[in-house]
């Protein structure tokens, strides 16, 4: 195993860590307070634990119900998948049960409900979307939407997970009322909005086409100062009808205003392109992985 290999594992595992227990404090100290249900095992267990109050002082725990609804789907999933497609899911929900269960319950929000629905739906999307980094899930409805998906291939994962987690909602309709459910949607909506944002925003990169006089002189440049590799295209001047070498090279975010300066101190009359690049996959960017959940 390569030392990029154990890097990527380290830091996937810590940013399930992080994630995971973002998403049960949003949980336990913000949702459930405020009887607001968001779909998925967590609004399932919020349901759970507040039906089952008038039996067991407290109700069940949310870490019980979330353990208890993820292990069947588990089974079926290995059975279908094998355990190394799942193992970093698997890893992030048994750490999501763990956090539930030992994390305090901090009243953040308090009785305010657009409060609870915003920090509630900052907070989940923020865990979910460090877990999505890292190609895991929190298991739940995800996992059971991935293998609905593998016997009705003909819907997408996002379809069938939106019919059970809106079904999830109905039941909070029934229980909570309109009002409530209502402030739940605020919470969906900005649970998407963060957790698509950090992972686009983690996978975004720049592409700088550069067309210049010393294409050899300035590759040298980039790949020493920056350690980025660089491609020349053969192209033509329409204009001058004049064969050129044009440079291609991706960068991270921050190396673009690196890259942009050696352009300039390599050669003045440089004509630099960026452009935004949402996902690279290769060496010094995003491994290639045979599966979402291979370590």
């Known amino acids: 195993m390569s030392g990029t290999t154990v890097k990527t594992l380290i830091r996937n595992y ?3 860590i992080i994630g995971t227990a973002l998403v ?16 998925g095992f967590t609004g399932i267990a919020i349901i759970v634990k507040q039906f089952t109050e008038h039996l067991i002082p407290g109700g069940i725990p949310l870490s019980v119900t979330n353990l208890a609804l993820n292990i069947p789907v588990f089974l079926i999933a290995i059975r279908l998948k094998g355990l190394r497609y799942l193992i970093h899911t698997l890893f992030a929900t048994v750490m999501l049960s763990f956090w539930l269960s030992v ?6 929000a308090g009785d305010d409900l657009l409060l609870a629905s915003l920090y509630g739906g900052i907070l989940m999307g923020a865990g979910i979307g460090l877990v999505f980094v890292t190609g895991a899930t ?4 995800d996992l059971i939407a991935a293998l609905v998906q593998h016997f009705l291939r003909h819907y997408s994962i996002s379809n069938i997970l939106w019919v059970i987690d809106t079904a999830v909602v109905l039941v909070g309709v029934y229980l909570y009322g309109i009002q409530i459910t209502l402030y739940a949607i605020i919470a969906i909506y900005l649970t998407s909005k963060i ?18 006089e010393k294409p050899e002189a300035l590759a040298a440049l980039v790949m020493e100062e920056l350690g980025r590799g660089v491609t020349g295209i053969s192209a ?3 204009y001058s009808g004049d064969s050129k070498n044009m440079l291609l090279c991706v960068v991270s975010k921050k190396e673009i205003v690196r890259l942009k300066e050696l ?9 630099v392109i960026v452009t935004d690049v949402r996902e690279v996959l290769g060496e010094g960017f995003i491994e290639h992985h045979g599966s979402a959940d291979t370590p």
């Not at 404090?25 to 405020?34: C, I, K, M």
């Not at 929190?138 to 409805?141: D, E, N, P, R, Y």
């Open 14 to 16: 810590l940013l399930i």
């Open 24 to 39: 049960a404090f949003a949980a336990a100290s913000v949702l459930e307070p405020a009887s607001l249900v968001t779909g």
């Open 103 to 108: 994390l305090p319950v901090v009243p953040l």
């Open 138 to 141: 929190t298991g739940g409805t």
């Open 195 to 212: 957790s698509d944002g950090i992972i686009d925003g983690l996978k975004f990169s720049k592409a700088a086409f550069i067309i210049t």
């Open 236 to 238: 033509t001047g329409m």
């Open 263 to 271: 352009a300039k101190s390599c050669d003045p009359n440089a004509f």
